[in-house]
């Protein structure tokens, strides 16, 4: 079965500090692996990674996808409380139209 | 920036009541889905939509759930016979091609009663 495991659940830090947080998967047919910010409703598009070791970056967050080890991290740099949300990955089920399994997500708590 | 629009935000429904949820994907998008999510629980997909047909459907989408594009920008989810366990934010979604970033709507909360 198709599975995607996000690490850690939960996290609060205070602001100014950096996180790290986890997603590996097991997916059939494995082509792209997606980030997104959930705050208050839908979730909002960070990333979309496909290829191993290539950084992508967007401000104070990056992301980086290993294929050969199966998980991707997604890192927030110098945290503002505006970054408190629900940090969700999610990767498509390659064989079909775009299916997206998500992820648990972590709820990244930031404190002033 | 372009958005997927859902409507309602909110609704309250009894137990075996229908509903209807309704979404304007982004106009030149192709692919369109519903995703539910059950309050702190993970976002489950339901049904993919593609060329006027369903291309793909989930266990949880049942004979209870129906989808539609009945003209060329909206495109609703039917639940006919409402459950409770149904309560859930329903999300709808498209994306220009498969397997790409999608665009989520603002979701609709439903609450069975």
């Known amino acids: 079965e198709d599975k995607v495991v996000q690490s850690p659940l939960s996290l609060v830090v205070h602001e100014g500090d950096t996180v790290t947080l986890n997603c590996s998967y097991e997916v059939t047919n494995f082509r792209s692996l997606l980030w997104y910010k959930q705050e208050k409703k839908a979730p909002t598009f960070l990333f979309m990674l496909t290829s191993s070791g290539i950084e992508k970056k967007s401000g104070r967050l990056s992301s980086i996808l290993d294929k050969k080890e199966l998980f991707s991290i997604l890192n927030i740099t110098a945290t503002q409380t505006g970054d408190s949300a629900i940090y969700l990955c999610a990767v498509p089920r390659g064989s079909t139209l775009g299916r997206l399994y998500f992820g648990r997500g972590t709820q990244l708590t930031v404190w002033p | 920036e372009p958005e997927v629009t859902q409507t309602p935000s909110h609704q309250v429904t009894q137990m075996g009541q229908e509903v209807i949820l309704r979404c304007v994907p982004i106009?030149?998008?192709?692919?369109f889905y519903w995703y539910r999510q059950i309050l702190g629980q993970k976002v489950e997909f339901l049904v993919s939509f593609y060329n006027n047909e369903i291309s793909e459907k989930s266990e949880i989408f049942d004979d209870q759930f129906s989808v539609e594009r009945p003209d060329g920008s909206n495109f609703t989810l039917k639940i006919r016979s409402t459950k409770l366990e149904d309560s859930a934010m329903y999300f709808c979604?498209?994306?220009?091609?498969?397997?790409?970033?999608?665009?989520f709507g603002s979701g609709t909360r439903l609450t069975v009663v």
């Open positions: 979604a498209s994306t220009p091609l498969p397997n790409y970033g999608y665009t």
């Open positions: 106009s030149n998008h192709l692919y």
